[in-house]
C-alpha cells in the first residue's frame, strides 16, 4: 500500500485502523483453531476455500499467508485496545502490520497479553502502565461502540477500506484497485 502511496505526491493520506471484532463473542482465553474453523465453516476444507481467494490476493501482493501455522483462534479485543494506544504514539500502522505479520504469518496468539507487550515494547510504546492498560476496561466502551457503529453502518468482515470517507471496499483487495480510487480522487480534484 506504501508505494500506491508514493504515486501519489498531492494526496494526503491519513490511515487509521478502527476495531472489529470477527468474533466478538469469542472466549477471552480464544479457541482452538480446527474447532473455529469446524464451528465457523463446517470444517478444514470449506475455510480453505474461503481463504483461497485472500491467498491469491496476498501473493499478488508479496505476501504469503501461513494459516496453518495458525494453532488457537484469538479473542483479538486486546489487540485492538493495542492498536488505540499505538494510534496516541502515531504508530498504529506499524504496531497493526507486526500485529498482522505475527499472526498470519508466524501463527502467534495475538490474543495473549505476553504478545501485545512484547510487540509495544519492540515498537517503544511499553511504559509502566501498558500492561494495566491492556487488562483494564479503560476505553473498552468506545471502542465497542466504534464496532457497534461499524455493524449498523453495515460492515460485517474484515478486511473493509473507507476512503475518502465515501468509497467502501469489502474484503481483501488488490493494490491496483487502490491506485484506481486514487486516481479518481486526484482527477475530480
Known amino acids: 500500500m506504501k508505494s500506491s502511496f508514493a504515486e501519489f505526491p498531492t494526496l494526503n493520506f491519513k490511515i ?9 463473542k469469542m472466549p477471552k482465553e480464544g479457541m482452538d483453531r480446527n474447532l473455529y474453523l469446524e464451528t465457523k ?18 501473493l499478488k501482493n508479496n505476501i504469503h499467508f501461513q494459516f496453518e501455522k495458525i ?3 484469538p479473542n483479538s479485543f486486546a489487540s485492538h485496545k493495542l492498536l488505540a494506544l499505538a494510534n496516541k504514539f502515531d504508530k498504529q500502522t506499524e504496531v ?13 496468539d495475538i490474543g495473549n497479553l505476553n504478545e501485545l507487550i512484547k510487540i509495544s515494547k519492540q515498537h517503544k510504546i511499553f511504559d509502566k502502565n ?9 476505553d473498552k466502551k468506545s471502542l465497542l461502540g466504534e464496532e457497534s457503529h461499524a ?4 460492515i460485517q468482515g474484515v478486511p473493509c477500506f473507507i476512503v475518502n470517507k465515501e468509497i467502501v ?21
Open 130 to 138: 501498558t500492561e494495566n492498560y491492556l487488562v483494564s476496561s479503560e
Open 96 to 108: 497493526v502490520e507486526t500485529i498482522f505479520y505475527s499472526y498470519f504469518i508466524e501463527g502467534v
Open 71 to 73: 494453532k488457537k483462534t
Open 151 to 154: 455493524r449498523e453502518l453495515g
Open 16 to 24: 487509521t485502523w478502527r476495531p472489529f471484532q470477527l468474533n466478538p
Open 169 to 189: 471496499l469489502f474484503g481483501a483487495q488488490d493494490k491496483d484497485n487502490f491506485v484506481n480510487i486514487f486516481k479518481s480522487i486526484v482527477n475530480d480534484n
Open 41 to 58: 465453516f463446517g470444517g478444514k476444507e470449506n475455510a480453505l476455500k474461503t481463504y483461497k481467494s485472500i491467498n491469491e490476493i496476498g
